[in-house]
């Protein structure tokens, strides 16, 4: 063999060995129900949910407590479905949380709470576009 063959080939395997270690750590956007299903079958995934955070009716941000740390927190986020969940997230509050639009959290089940590894916001002011009248 070649030189540039057994080159070639140790190039491919690996590029083979980083899809199949990435593919692992990929996840998809479920709901809190399926969520739950896939943890009490015993996945140990970090699992991704989208939904929003509970709001009362005149809009206000309902349903967060602070941890017994004054760091960590909980919350009730909505799902797309519109299932209720605490959620509980061991890390000091993101910047502009309450005025998130959606929110993303990244975790797993552990009892009937959802711990919260990492949260992701989508904020309205960063994407909506300024006018100015001249």
């Known amino acids: 063999m070649k030189k540039s063959h057994i080159f070639l080939l140790i190039v491919l395997a690996s590029a083979?060995?980083?899809l199949i270690t990435t593919s692992r750590e990929a996840s998809t956007y479920v709901t809190f129900t399926?969520?739950?299903q896939m943890a009490s079958q015993?996945?140990?995934r970090s699992i991704h949910v989208?939904?929003?955070l509970k709001k009362n009716e005149?809009?206000?941000v309902v349903g967060i407590e602070p941890g017994a740390d004054k760091v960590s927190f909980s919350f009730i986020?909505?799902?797309d479905n519109g299932r209720e969940q605490t959620v509980f997230y061991n890390q000091p509050m993101p910047q502009d949380f309450m005025r998130s639009e959606k929110?993303?959290?990244i975790g797993r089940y552990k009892g009937n709470i959802f711990?919260?590894?990492k949260i992701l916001l989508k904020c309205p002011s960063k994407y909506q576009e300024n006018t100015v009248n001249v």
């Open 58 to 60: 005149q809009g206000e």
């Open 103 to 105: 929110v993303v959290v």
């Open 42 to 44: 015993g996945n140990t």
């Open 34 to 36: 399926e969520a739950y």
């Open 115 to 117: 711990y919260a590894e």
């Open 50 to 52: 989208v939904g929003e």
């Open 77 to 79: 986020m909505v799902d």
């Open 16 to 18: 083979v060995a980083i």
